[in-house]
């Protein structure tokens, strides 16, 4: 199939018109030319179009795939393989505004996430966070077997779903631990995410305070503020990020210490010397909050 655009000012039916896309299809077989309806067009030679050079064939054609729903679901799947970026991008882009999205779609999604092409990635996260819960299964696969890039691209959409993401505890946990920083803090991060389900990761994420890079200890921190009065063991360990050489956790701790409220009555002594000596005068305004927080509740 060929898509031919011709773009010719004029008026239409006494309408004006700035430019007229029409696409052409060549009907196979008959080597004669016919208006395509995108709506009666088939889905591969929509995909075909994707990788058109004309950027507003490629865009009629995402909103054709788009019109046709669960039924255009096979063919953005093969498009998710293809060699073309432009191609893979736009087939995210459409499966993200297509519902619901079936196991296979959801099989191919997790897939992508190891994607060299960071656009495509980012469609990717997105289509799979519209599934909800039903995304998790894939993503704990996604956890538990991809490379890095993969890995925190699966974390970000554990982190998309919140508490529906609570049945990848367990493995987030242990990425608490894994050798690559920035695959820490988005464990880290999504776990936070998760919030007060994610309560069994309160040991793991105390350990994670004491981690040599900064983004990992802000987040654990954040982390262990979203799980609430139940991370009031972490209090101790959160305390001393207050003393962290990075001023963004330290702002962090202080916030985490007032989330978890009175089991972080520990803390006082520390937050009123802040509150007292400090020269920032926003990390002075933060420790009486938190002071007034932890007090009253």
Known sequence: MVFVVSRRAGRVGGVGVG????????????????????????????????????????????????????EAIPALIGALRDESETARTSAAYVLKHIS?????????LAQALNDSSAAVRAYTIEALTTMGKAAVPEMVR?????????????ADVIAALGSDGADAVPLLTELLAYDDATVR????????????TAKAAT????????DTEYPVRDRATWALGRIGPAAAPAVPAIVKRLDDTHAWVRRTAIHALSEIGPGASAALPRLRQIARDEDDIGVQAMAERAIRTIERS
């Open 19 to 70: 430019f007229l896309a029409v696409a052409i299809a060549l009907m196979p077989g008959t080597g004669k030319a016919a208006c395509a309806d995108d709506k009666k067009d088939d889905p591969a030679n929509l995909i075909a179009a994707l990788k058109d050079n004309d950027a507003q064939v490629r865009w009629r054609a995402k909103q054709a795939l788009r019109a046709r729903g669960p």
């Open 100 to 108: 619901p999205l079936d196991a296979a779609a959801g099989a191919a």
């Open 142 to 154: 996604v956890l538990d077997k991809h490379d890095v890039t993969g890995i925190i691209a699966g």
């Open 185 to 196: 803090a988005a464990a880290a991060r999504a776990l936070g995410s998760i919030g007060k």
């Open 203 to 210: 040991a793991a994420l105390t350990k994670a305070l004491e």
